[in-house]
Nanobody
């Protein structure tokens, strides 16, 4: 099992930046990919992006491309979500999730462990 803890959320004005962290513990050596998802009030959870742990390759949903960047620090077992040029529509609870089975290369599915979420609010 892998345990995940997100941090770094908060309130920011439109156009501002935030960096979220996702600290992993447990069987981190088995992580295949770590994804970021978000859920706005009254809406379904949405995939934002993922990083494939070994290769470091990233992929993003179109709505955040060019604004969000996912990176990892292997030594700290931490994944970051750098969010720039934030918009009010980015307001949501952000979750990180880990896939440690590696059964699905599709970045949107196959996640086994989830963090508790961190609130991001972007004011206009």
């Amino acid at each position: 099992q892998v345990q995940l803890v997100e941090s770094g959320g908060g309130l920011v004005q439109a156009g501002g930046s935030l960096r979220l962290s996702c600290a992993a513990s447990g069987r981190t050596s088995s992580i295949y990919k770590v994804g970021w998802f978000r859920q706005a009030p009254g809406q379904e959870r949405e995939f934002a992006g993922t990083i494939y742990w070994s290769a470091g390759r990233t992929t993003y949903v179109d709505s955040v491309k060019g604004r969000f960047t996912i990176s990892r620090d292997n030594a700290k077992n931490t994944v970051y979500l750098q969010m720039n040029n934030l918009k009010p529509e980015d307001t949501a609870v952000y979750y990180c999730a880990a896939d440690f089975k590696g059964w699905h290369s599709d970045p949107r599915i196959g996640y086994d462990s989830w963090g508790q979420g961190t609130q991001v609010t972007v004011s206009s």
